[in-house]
């Protein structure tokens, strides 16, 4: 069975809208490697969108030249959508239907490295569900004053260990935990 991890930046106090995080190179390195760790991804609409307007476009320069290989990661990668308001995807997507449980578990029945999520709504869907195998946050050195914050509506708590901790260059910290069961 091929675990569902979860991955996000957030600041020290809680914000995880990725405009409140300024990426460097070693960020995004880190984050390839997350991406290397998984065979599909798996987003809900917003998330998708957002990924694929930053990601999708052949290179033009537009970004730093350290950004390619993640950019060039994210496109190759296999994506699973969930939204009740698309019709369609594309960029080597596909919209899974249905009842999510269902959807999520036949995902991790099949074959492979994992399953990478994003985002701040279908994660806390999939929390709730008990279906998130590993937690990696990417704590800033930052405060940024704002929200959205995370799993804000849980319906109970999760309890966690820390499985792994990597500090990067910047001050930031990739902690890595897996539920306790």
Same mark, same amino acid.
């Given at each position: 069975?091929?675990?569902?991890?979860?991955?996000?930046?957030?600041?020290?106090?809680?914000?995880?809208?990725h405009?409140?995080?300024?990426?460097?190179?070693?960020?995004?390195?880190?984050?390839?490697?997350?991406?290397?760790?998984?065979d599909?991804?798996?987003?809900?609409?917003?998330?998708?969108?957002?990924? &694929?307007?930053?990601? $999708?476009?052949?290179?033009?320069? &537009?970004?730093?030249?350290?950004?390619?290989?993640?950019?060039?990661?994210?496109?190759?990668?296999?994506?699973?959508? /969930?939204?009740?308001?698309?019709?369609?995807?594309?960029?080597?997507?596909?919209?899974?239907?249905?009842?999510?449980?269902?959807?999520?578990?036949?995902?991790?029945?099949?074959?492979?490295?994992?399953?990478?999520?994003?985002? /701040?709504?279908?994660?806390?869907?999939?929390?709730?569900?008990?279906?998130?195998?590993?937690?990696?946050? /990417?704590?800033?050195?930052?405060?940024?004053?704002?929200?959205?914050?995370?799993?804000?509506?849980?319906?109970?708590?999760i309890?966690?260990?820390?499985?792994?901790?990597?500090?990067l260059?910047?001050?930031?910290?990739a902690? $890595?935990?897996?539920?306790?069961?």
């Amino acid at each position: 069975m091929r675990p569902l991890r979860y991955s996000i930046n957030v600041t020290l106090d809680g914000c995880c809208d990725h405009r409140a995080i300024v990426p460097d190179e070693e960020l995004h390195r880190h984050a390839a490697e997350t991406l290397n760790r998984a065979d599909a991804l798996l987003f809900g609409r917003v998330t998708y969108e957002m990924m &694929e307007t930053a990601f $999708r476009p052949a290179w033009t320069g &537009e970004m730093p030249a350290w950004m390619e290989p993640f950019r060039r990661t994210i496109d190759a990668a296999k994506k699973y959508v /969930v939204s009740s308001t698309l019709a369609r995807v594309d960029w080597n997507a596909e919209l899974l239907s249905g009842d999510l449980r269902t959807a999520v578990e036949r995902l991790k029945q099949m074959p492979g490295k994992g399953l990478l999520v994003g985002g /701040v709504t279908l994660p806390l869907a999939l929390a709730d569900l008990g279906l998130i195998d590993e937690y990696q946050l /990417v704590v800033h050195p930052r405060l940024a004053g704002y929200g959205p914050t995370l799993f804000a509506g849980l319906s109970k708590p999760i309890d966690l260990k820390l499985v792994d901790r990597h500090p990067l260059g910047s001050g930031a910290v990739a902690l $890595r935990y897996e539920p306790r069961r």
